[in-house]
T-cell receptor, first 111, second 112 residues
Framework: DVKVTQSSRYLVKRTGEKVFLECVQD?????MFWYRQDPGLGLRLIYF???????EKGDIPEGYSVSREKKERFSLILESASTNQTSMYLC??????????FGSGTQLSVL | KQEVTQIPAALSVPEGENLVLNCSFT??????LQWFRQDPGKGLTSLLL???SQREQTSGRLNASLDKSSGRSTLYIAASQPGDSATYLC???????????WGAGTKLIIKP
């Protein structure tokens, strides 16, 4: 079975902190994605990467950056956390043109 | 611009019933369509993926159909169980990009 692992299930940070969310997949998938999910707004794409060292902005990239130095790992960085970045963050991966698999999510609270 | 709609937003049915969830999309130029379920506070679980050249996919009690010309997909759940209670989302991938366009989901409650 495909495994997409997100480093933290719950995270509490202070405004202004730099935050790293890590995601690792074990199936050699080319494509990886970061979404955030908020009540009433659904899933929104932050960034995606179609291969190592490649990245593309999604619908809401402002305030975020990403890093994909190795194929299995895709990191989401909040440069200076703000309260409006409190959300559920979901990482996903897939082989090109195949099913998308999600991690279990990180619930981030920024105080 | 592609839009994906799921109606109804919520559905409650007694255990044992067969049911159909709907997903409609505005642009028929799709690459594939995927159905997911999400339990409260959890990530999404992939259920079925239908490529644009396919008409349906089956997995156990689940059957997903795709009609590109009418812009519709349905997820049929046979003999529903309380464990099927979850939010079901569909997502469409367009021909020309990597991104998925998401429906808002249908929250399904199966009453014992």
């Amino acid at each position: 079975d495909v495994k997409v692992t997100q480093s933290s299930r719950y995270l509490v940070k202070r405004t202004g902190e730099k935050v790293f969310l890590e995601c690792v997949q074990d199936m050699d998938h080319e494509n990886m994605f970061w979404y955030r999910q908020d009540p009433g707004l659904g899933l929104r794409l932050i960034y995606f990467s179609y291969d190592v060292k490649m990245k593309e902005k999604g619908d809401i990239p402002e305030g975020y950056s990403v890093s994909r130095e190795k194929k299995e790992r895709f990191s989401l960085i909040l440069e200076s956390a703000s309260t409006n970045q409190t959300s559920m963050y979901l990482c996903a991966s897939r082989r090109q043109n195949e099913k998308l698999f999600f991690g279990s999510g990180t619930q981030l609270s920024v105080l | 611009k592609q839009e994906v709609t799921q109606i109804p937003a919520a559905l409650s049915v007694p255990e044992g019933e067969n049911l159909v969830l709907n997903c409609s999309f505005t642009d028929s130029a799709i690459y594939n369509l995927q159905w997911f379920r999400q339990d409260p506070g959890k990530g999404l679980t992939s259920l079925l993926l239908i490529q644009s050249s396919q008409r349906e996919q089956t997995s156990g009690r689940l059957n997903a159909s795709l009609d590109k010309s009418s812009g519709r997909s349905t997820l049929y759940i046979a003999a529903s169980q309380p464990g099927d209670s979850a939010t079901y989302l569909c997502a469409v991938r367009g021909d020309s990009n990597y991104q998925l366009i998401w429906g808002a989901g249908t929250k399904l409650i199966i009453k014992p």
